[in-house]
């Protein structure tokens, strides 16, 4: 069965370095998210992603913040200058043509831990 | 403010009872509704998805329910078993926006004993 699949699995950085964190959604798919979800927290909407445009994001989202789809297969979200509260698992995410009314499929999630 | 509520937060359970989880969401206006289960540092399986033109929505021992003018939804699940201990969290995407977005709930934690 297709899955979502990111890399890497945990990531550790140092406090203002730059990471990238790494998708493939399912092949089909078009529409391309990121969650995070901060240890006991809930899960939380990042940005959502349609024909190469961020079509909605959340006001965790800033300009530290950033989406790139660099290939036919490959989703990234790059966060340029890492501070200790990005600390989380990040979740990529894909769905069918019809957003609205298609499920998420949600990958294993990166941990990202800022030291 | 659109939120979702998950009661209870924990549930402990012997094997072999039916149980029902609660998801409560404070706008009725949605798209649909997705139920989701955690394992523990792993990612979120999707298990049900409700559309707002649906009541119920079944798939194996799992049954969801939606009852959008009292923005609450229901996950039942029959026969419990061990291998179902694990956190179920409901995702509401909202109309009232651009729709894109899952808005989740907290969770609530299952152990089947």
């Known amino acids: 069965e297709p899955e979502v699949t990111q890399t890497p699995s945990h990531q550790v950085t140092q406090m203002g370095q730059e990471v990238i964190l790494r998708c493939v959604p399912i092949?089909?798919?078009?529409?391309f998210y990121w969650y995070r979800q901060i240890l006991g927290q809930k899960v939380e909407f990042l940005v959502s992603?349609?024909?190469?445009?961020?079509?909605?994001k959340s006001e965790i989202f800033d300009d530290q913040f950033s989406v790139e789809r660099p290939d036919g297969s490959n989703f990234t979200l790059k966060i340029r200058s890492t501070k200790l509260e990005d600390s989380a698992m990040y979740f990529c995410?894909?769905?069918?043509?019809?957003?609205?009314?298609?499920?998420?499929?949600f990958g294993p999630g990166t941990r990202l831990t800022v030291t | 403010k659109q939120e979702v509520t998950q009661i209870p937060a924990a549930l402990s359970v012997p094997e072999g009872e039916n149980l029902v989880l609660n998801c409560s969401f404070t706008?009725?206006?949605?798209?649909?509704l997705q139920w989701f289960r955690q394992d523990p540092g792993k990612g979120l399986t999707s298990l049900l998805l409700?559309?707002?033109?649906?009541r119920e929505q079944t798939s194996g021992r799992l049954n969801a329910s939606l009852d959008k003018s009292s923005g609450r939804s229901t996950l039942y699940i029959a026969a419990s078993q061990p291998g179902d201990s694990a956190t179920y969290l409901c995702?509401?995407?909202?109309?009232?926006?651009?729709?894109?977005?899952?808005?989740f709930g907290k969770g609530t934690s299952l152990l089947v004993t």
């Open positions: 995410a894909s769905s069918e043509r019809d957003s609205f009314f298609y499920e998420q499929y």
């Open positions: 992603f349609y024909n190469n445009e961020i079509s909605e």
């Open positions: 409700i559309q707002s033109s649906q």
């Open positions: 706008d009725s206006a949605i798209y649909n």
């Open positions: 995702a509401v995407r909202w109309n009232s926006n651009s729709g894109y977005a899952l808005n």
């Open positions: 092949s089909n798919h078009l529409y």
